[in-house]
């Protein structure tokens, strides 16, 4: 039978690559034989990515690009294409996490949230749409969250939510738009996964209760459990899911 999982011969852009859940977006296609485009701003972690990534057998580059600046964004998608060929799966994962109350938070601090968290998932998937287009292949997957479907008692995550909410109704967007290219986009939405951008909030008095309270499961998400998920929207496996949303979240938004 055909494995409905094979990534071999195509090729990978995954943002957000240096750390967290971007690495182990990378390994898990790279895992199925996709050669990978990781990007960040810290080339020094890109470059130790791509040697453990190099070993699982398959081709790999790093790329330094800023999500705040459409022009980085634009060279990074091109540099991409020139060195694989092609581009057939974008993982829009960059991105950043805010506790900020809402009646202090400055319009700047509003700003930089939405600016990566949002636009710059737009214009990554703009640029990579438009090699998928010609190519009429592609699959887009948005890295949102549970909170692009519900907020969190007592917590100050208004621009968090709020971008992660219009990632999902983009992701619909885009869907629509492209599926006469056979270019699927769908969201995956994580609960608590430990990360650089977690390490804070899972250390902090109160978490391990508040999953208790809120999650079904009880527990934090661990590594790899979000593997399953990525390989498939990014396979022949989903070839008929588009504009959809997967939360992966131990039952967190079922009750
Ligand atoms: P993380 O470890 O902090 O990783 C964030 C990544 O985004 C880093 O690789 C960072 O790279 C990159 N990034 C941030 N700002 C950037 C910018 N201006 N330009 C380019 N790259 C930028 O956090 P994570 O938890 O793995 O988060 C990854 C994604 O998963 C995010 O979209 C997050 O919202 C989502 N998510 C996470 C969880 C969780 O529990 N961990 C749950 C739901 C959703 P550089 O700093 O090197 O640029």
Known sequence: MKNLFDLKGKVA????????LGVQFAKA??????????????????????????????????????MLNSNEI?????????HFGRIDILVN????????????????????????????????????????IEQKYGRIINIGSIHSTVAMAGSPISAYCASKGALLMLTKALANEWAKHNITVN???????????????????GFMQAVQAYC??????????????????????ASYTTGQYLAVDGGWTAI
Do not use: H
């Not at 701003?41 to 790999?60: P, S, Y």
């Not at 634009?74 to 020139?82: D, G, H, L, R, Y």
């Not at 009880?218 to 390989?231: N, S």
């Open 13 to 20: 852009i995954v943002t957000g690559a240096s750390s967290g």
């Open 187 to 205: 969201t995956l939405g994580p609960a608590y996964f430990p990360s650089e951008m977690t390490s804070d909030v899972m250390a902090s008095e």
């Open 29 to 66: 296609l790279a895992n199925q034989g996709a050669d990978i485009a990781i990007v960040a701003r810290r080339l020094d972690r890109l470059e130790q990515v791509k040697k453990e990534i190099e070993a699982m057998d398959v081709r790999c580059i790093a790329i330094k690009c800023d």
């Open 74 to 82: 634009t060279s990074m998608v091109s540099e991409v294409k020139a």
């Open 93 to 132: 994962n960059a991105g950043v996490g805010t506790g900020i109350p809402a009646d202090t938070q400055t319009d700047d601090e509003w700003r930089s949230t939405l600016a990566v968290n949002c636009d710059a998932v737009y214009y990554v998937a703009r640029e990579v749409g438009k090699v998928m």
């Open 216 to 237: 079904p499961m009880g527990r934090p998400g661990r590594d790899g459990e979000l593997d399953g998920a990525i390989v498939y929207f990014a396979s022949d496996a």
